[in-house]
């Protein structure tokens, strides 16, 4: 597509719930990247991948955290048995060529609020 | 791992005034890139400015990777341009980590 697309745009869950956030990179654009940003501070990194290959999942928290991107296009990030201190905006990004310098482009987020 | 700091972490301007934000960093990076993410949340890629000097209409960024530091001149400043303003520095040779700075948060009133 024309820009990095997100969803859902705004998450809202009950403690303890599972849920799936969506990103769809730029076409073309092989690395794609998760990142966590908390009110008032700037994106955290969370994991990134080369196509479907998983290069680096050092940011992620704990192992309630997952992410895949099985065709090397789309991917998904999961949070299981949510918690109220995962609320935050998730972004993706996504950049090309695979592996080398490049340049960052963000989406618009996905806000996830835990209850 | 590397640290960046970014100065100052708030700017109040009058709408026309001139600024210069500053980033420095701990280490010798590959990769910068400047970022406004402005009122509804939106990050906007600024420049892609690894070293040297690049322009863009008001905005301009300069990059001196030996002295480990990056500036954004930001001129004639309207309103538009309120938001919280990110360093973002990767030192990978392969693959990419950005680490964000802290951000500067500008205000340019009327």
């Known amino acids: 597509g024309a820009g990095v697309s997100q969803s859902p745009r705004y998450k809202v869950t009950k403690r303890g719930q599972d849920v799936a956030l969506r990103c769809d990179p730029i076409?073309?654009?092989?690395?794609l990247y998760w990142y966590r940003q908390a009110l008032g501070q700037g994106p955290e990194f969370l994991t990134y991948?080369?196509?479907?290959?998983?290069?680096?999942k050092s940011g992620l928290p704990n192992d309630r955290f997952s992410a895949e991107r099985p065709e090397g296009s789309i991917s998904t990030l999961t949070i299981q048995r949510t918690e109220q201190r995962d609320s935050a905006m998730y972004r993706c990004?996504?950049?090309?060529?695979?592996?080398?310098?490049?340049?960052?482009?963000f989406g618009e987020g996905s806000r996830l609020t835990v209850l | 791992g590397i640290q960046v700091e970014q100065s100052p972490p708030d700017l109040i301007l009058q709408e026309g005034a001139n600024s210069t934000l500053r980033c420095n960093f701990s280490?010798?990076?590959?990769?910068l890139q400047w970022f406004h993410q402005n009122p509804w949340g939106q990050l906007i890629n600024l420049f892609y400015?690894?070293?040297g000097t690049k322009q863009n209409g008001r905005l301009s960024a300069t990059t001196v990777a030996t002295e480990r530091y990056s500036l954004l001149y930001i001129s004639s400043s309207q309103t538009t341009d309120s938001g919280v303003y990110f360093c973002?520095?990767?030192?990978?040779?392969?693959?990419?980590?950005?680490?964000f700075g802290p951000g500067t948060r500008l205000s340019v009133l009327p």
């Open positions: 076409s073309g654009h092989v690395s």
């Open positions: 400015i690894p070293s």
């Open positions: 280490d010798s990076v590959n990769n």
């Open positions: 990004a996504s950049s090309f060529p695979s592996g080398l310098t490049g340049e960052l482009f």
């Open positions: 991948f080369n196509y479907e290959a998983q290069q680096d």
């Open positions: 973002a520095v990767d030192q990978r040779n392969y693959g990419q980590n950005f680490v």
